[in-house]
Nanobody
Framework: QVQLVESGGGLVQVGGSLRLSCAAS????????VGWFRQAPGKARFFVAG????????RIMDSVSGRFAVFRERAKNTVHPQMNSLKPEDAGVYFC???????????????WGQGTQVAVSS
């Protein structure tokens, strides 16, 4: 059974940083795309960042470009978004997901974690 487990969320002040983690079990990332989506209350899930596991190539949305990065830890089968200079609009539940293609569409992904909450206080 494939499970993606997110961790690292919490409350941070504006301008602060967080590093989230997505650990996979029942699945060893190989040629997968691993994406991170954010969902604010009452809104749809929004692609934030992701990477192609095999190459490490990343895709970062413009709204977080220059502030967010995403990288993998091969030995731990884990993906991390590093989120810096956080803004109130970055708040929401962050979901890790994996699938065959690194796209911005939630329907293109196969597996989802339960999410981790990020709150940004001003």
């Amino acid at each position: 059974q494939v499970q993606l487990v997110e961790s690292g969320g919490g409350l941070v002040q504006v301008g602060g940083s967080l590093r989230l983690s997505c650990a996979a079990s029942g699945l060893t990332f190989s040629d997968d795309a691993v994406g991170w989506f954010r969902q604010a209350p009452g809104k749809a899930r929004f692609f934030v960042a992701g990477l192609r596991w095999s190459s490490g190539n990343t895709r970062i949305m413009d709204s977080v470009s220059g502030r967010f990065a995403v990288f993998r830890e091969r030995a731990k089968n884990t993906v991390h978004p590093q989120m810096n200079s956080l803004k109130p609009e970055d708040a929401g539940v962050y979901f890790c997901t994996s699938g065959p293609r690194l796209t911005t569409l939630p329907e293109d992904y196969d597996y989802w974690g339960q999410g981790t909450q990020v709150a940004v206080s001003s």
